[in-house]
T-cell receptor, first 116, second 114 residues
Framework: SAVISQKPSRDICQRGTSLTIQCQVD?????MFWYRQQPGQSLTLIAT?????????ESGFVIDKFPISRPNLTFSTLTVSNMSPEDSSIYLC?????????????FGPGTRLLVL | AQSVTQLDSQVPVFEEAPVELRCNYS??????LFWYVQYPNQGLQLLLK??????LVKGINGFEAEFNKSQTSFHLRKPSVHISDTAEYFC????????????FGSGTRLQVQP
């Protein structure tokens, strides 16, 4: 499976500021996703990052709050804008497997965000 | 739309005992099923998956799961657990057409005691 890295691994931010999270994959992948895991909760899909076009957002998530970039097949960013304490979560990037395993998703290590 | 129910939020078990973590799903179309494990302060690691074929699937770390279509279940089992298996376990489902994102259950905390 692909090796996925995320930066930063964790951060503490002040309310009202923005943080950009990077996701880097060691091979080209078609599908990239961003999930949120709020404290003690399961994972919720934020959006699908589409290469060369706008991301597809899930209900309850909007581009102004979570702008996403996908400039190529190995990299994506998620920005958490105008943060509030409710944005404190783990943010995880995931990618689809190779052509022989594209039904499976593999996850990065996550970015742990605390908003004060 | 599909959904996933993990019936137990916490499962305490003694070391070397067997364990079963339950997962039921709901979907009007065929699905792919997954179990992921999350160790403290880490991301998600794929344990095993059911895509098609044999309904009994074996994964890493001695875990296995059985797909039961009639009962819409995908329970995870291990015959003998270790302290190192203490973690959060998530069941997830994906439909086999169109939308490729995963829908996750609420998670089960497996607590292995000495």
């Amino acid at each position: 499976s692909a090796v996925i890295s995320q930066k930063p691994s964790r951060d503490i931010c002040q309310r009202g500021t923005s943080l950009t999270i990077q996701c880097q994959v060691d091979s080209q992948v078609t599908m990239m996703f961003w999930y949120r895991q709020q404290p003690g909760q399961s994972l919720t899909l934020i959006a699908t990052a589409n290469q060369g076009s706008e991301a597809t957002y899930e209900s309850g998530f909007v581009i102004d709050k979570f702008p996403i970039s996908r400039p190529n097949l190995t990299f994506s960013t998620l920005t958490v804008s105008n943060m509030s304490p409710e944005d404190s979560s783990i943010y995880l990037c995931s990618v689809g497997g190779p052509v022989s395993d594209q039904e499976t998703q593999y996850f990065g290590p996550g970015t742990r965000l605390l908003v004060l | 739309a599909q959904s996933v129910t993990q019936l137990d939020s916490q499962v305490p078990v003694f070391e070397e005992a067997p364990v079963e973590l339950r997962c039921n799903y709901s979907s009007s179309v065929s699905v792919y099923l997954f179990w992921y494990v999350q160790y403290p302060n880490q991301g998600l690691q794929l344990l095993l998956k059911y895509l098609s074929g044999s309904t009994l699937v074996k994964g890493i770390n001695g875990f296995e799961a059985e797909f039961n279509k009639s009962q819409t279940s995908f329970h995870l089992r291990k015959p003998s657990v270790h302290i190192s298996d203490t973690a959060e376990y998530f069941c997830a489902v994906r439909v086999d057409t169109g939308r490729r994102a995963l829908t996750f259950g609420s998670g089960t905390r497996l607590q292995v005691q000495p």
